[in-house]
């Protein structure tokens, strides 16, 4: 993977159907995604074998755990270690940007 920079509204585009993944950058170490959802879109809680690190740009939503729930906003920032159950869904009215970043 090369240095890039990115203006990540640029990027950001909606999908009717499902949440929508929009690729930024991928190393052999790391792949950095952009995650566009819709109002009621989510990503059902699922396993990696790397770390994951998510950063919300934009909307409100929850984050989910295997065990909890958590409230999301534009500042927010989440880990979900390897092996961790992890989720999100846009429960507002609102669009849902977040950066996913993910190692292994």
Not at 16 to 31: F, I, M, T, W, Y
Not at 79 to 95: D, I, L, R
Request: charged share 15%; glycine share 12%; hydrophobic share 35%.
């Amino acid at each position: 993977m090369t240095d890039s920079f990115f203006q990540y509204r640029e990027h950001v585009e909606f999908s009717q159907e499902k949440a929508n993944k929009v690729p930024l950058g991928v190393g052999d170490h790391s792949r950095t995604t952009l995650w566009c959802l819709l109002p009621g879109q989510g990503i059902k809680p699922h396993v990696h074998a790397g770390d994951h690190v998510w950063v919300v740009l934009e909307g409100e939503g929850e984050f989910l755990t295997e065990t909890d729930t958590a409230s999301i906003r534009p500042g927010t920032v989440l880990t979900a270690p390897a092996g961790e159950s992890h989720g999100v869904t846009n429960s507002s009215t609102g669009n849902l940007v977040f950066l996913s970043i993910s190692a292994g």
